[in-house]
């Protein structure tokens, strides 16, 4: 930038900059509300996980007035369908970009193992090591929230939609989406533990 003050060009980029900033603001103010929305739905979603989590495991029975209200009811099955479909789409964006930035590191690791050691690289190596293993670890989680996300996506659209989905089926699904809401939680519970 020119530090001349007498100089124009300063100012025309300022005044050629302040156009640009306003759809970037509204761009902002649009992805803060839809994550706002997201965050909602998803609260939403997880009291539905937890009830019907709750139900496969017997705690609840399939009668029981607040799972019939909750669950049966026309909207907040449309609902928990919509907020499944965007943490399911959520969950799949995060994996290829948390794929992405583990293949870039990888990389960097690589490119430091090729080198002479010396004590910077070291230092070095060591980070992106430590940065590799927490992906890894965020990899896990989100893939069990995705298998758990689509096994009660499949049981919700099944009754919004309407499609014919045996009584087998549905208990094989509840449970495994149980099975790994339960895994989430103790691998989220290991992995926290662990420095």
């Known amino acids: 930038m020119d ?3 007498g100089k124009s060009r300063p100012l025309s980029k300022r005044g050629s900059r302040s156009c640009p900033d ?7 103010q649009g992805k803060n509300i839809e994550s706002a929305l997201v965050s909602g739905l998803e609260t939403i979603a997880g009291i539905f996980d937890d009830l019907q989590l709750l139900r496969s495991f017997g705690v609840i029975g399939e009668n029981n007035v607040f799972y019939q209200k909750l669950n049966k009811s026309g909207f907040c099955s449309k609902a928990w369908l919509v907020s499944l479909t965007l943490s ?8 290829i970009n948390l794929a992405i930035s583990r293949s870039r ?14 004590p910077v690289r070291k230092v ?23 298998i758990q996300n689509i096994g009660y996506l499949t049981l919700v659209a099944a009754d919004v939609l309407a499609f014919g989905l045996t009584e087998k089926w549905k208990r094989l699904l509840e449970r495994v989406s149980s099975i790994f809401a339960i895994a989430r939680l103790l691998f989220s519970g290991f992995s926290s533990l662990t420095p």
């Open 3 to 5: 530090t001349h003050p």
């Open 22 to 28: 306003k759809p970037s603001t509204l761009e902002g």
């Open 88 to 95: 399911s789409r959520r969950n799949a964006s995060d994996i």
């Open 105 to 118: 590191l990888k990389r960097e690791q690589a490119e430091f193992m090729r080198r002479p050691v010396n």
């Open 124 to 146: 070095l190596n060591a980070k992106v090591t430590a940065r590799i293993q927490e992906i890894n670890q965020k990899l896990i989680l989100v893939a069990l929230e995705l």
